[in-house]
T-cell receptor
Framework: DTGVSQDPRHKITKRGQNVTFRCDPI?????LYWYRQTLGQGPEFLTY????????KSRLLSDRFSAERPKGSFSTLEIQRTEQGDSAMYLC??????????????FGSGTRLTVV | AQTVTQSQPEMSVQEAETVTLSCTYD???????LFWYKQPPSRQMILVIR??????QNATENRFSVNFQKAAKSFSLKISDSQLGDTAMYFC?????????FGAGTRLTVKP
């Protein structure tokens, strides 16, 4: 297992365009999380899935954002009609529920989005 | 709701010396977990150390140790024998029921 993978690493898009990011978690992890991180700040929670079910969405996740995890494996995060304020690093993490010895999250390298 | 506060935006330390990063948190839960993550300039978050709230003994991982004061809701990270590779952003985080919240981070620079 190569850890949590995110694609693409970088994305530059024009304002108003739609973008989609992909996250492949560690295969045996049943929880998957999306965070957004702006420069100089800590990651902010966006949403998480347990298997294919989206269990919580932050108020930060406006109607232009949608996330899916159709088969309980990889996940996609789509941003529609991008705005300059969407420019940030989007981090994906995964974890295994119910295993107290492995309660930490494993993070991917992130997708850096720049909206011009 | 959980909140995590890191009051030191930036710190620096000389190579081989010891540095302590501060973190306070606020939670109404009794069973939770605390973490320190490191984020080098390459940007990938790396788990440094974890602490389970029901354990009184402070966690230690090689040069990294924590001072966990549950009553004060304090969770500081001590880095001994600092190395140049320790230069990074350090984030304190709390987890309850798989909901992880982060502090704003401390930028640590290790100087040669």
């Amino acid at each position: 297992d190569t850890g949590v993978s995110q694609d693409p690493r970088h994305k530059i898009t024009k304002r108003g365009q739609n973008v989609t990011f992909r996250c492949d978690p560690i295969s045996e992890h049943n929880r998957l999380y999306w965070y957004r991180q702006t420069l100089g700040q800590g990651p902010e929670f966006l949403t998480y899935f347990q298997n294919e079910a989206q269990l919580e969405k932050s108020r930060l996740l406006s109607d232009r954002f949608s996330a899916e995890r159709p088969k309980g494996s990889f996940s996609t995060l789509e941003i529609q009609r991008t705005e300059q304020g969407d420019s940030a690093m989007y981090l994906c993490a995964s974890s295994l529920v119910g295993n107290p010895s492995n309660y930490g999250y494993t993070f991917g390298s992130g997708t850096r989005l720049t909206v011009v | 709701a959980q909140t995590v506060t890191q009051s030191q935006p930036e710190m620096s330390v000389q190579e081989a010396e010891t540095v302590t990063l501060s973190c306070t948190y606020d939670t109404s839960e009794s069973n939770y977990y605390l973490f320190w993550y490191k984020q080098p300039p390459s940007r990938q978050m790396i788990l440094v150390i974890r602490q389970e709230a029901y354990k009184q003994q402070n966690a230690t991982e090689n040069r990294f140790s924590v001072n966990f004061q549950k009553a004060a809701k304090s969770f500081s990270l001590k880095i001994s024998d600092s190395q140049l590779g320790d230069t990074a952003m350090y984030f304190c985080a709390s987890v309850y029921n798989n909901d992880m919240r982060f502090g704003a981070g401390t930028r640590l620079t290790v100087k040669p």
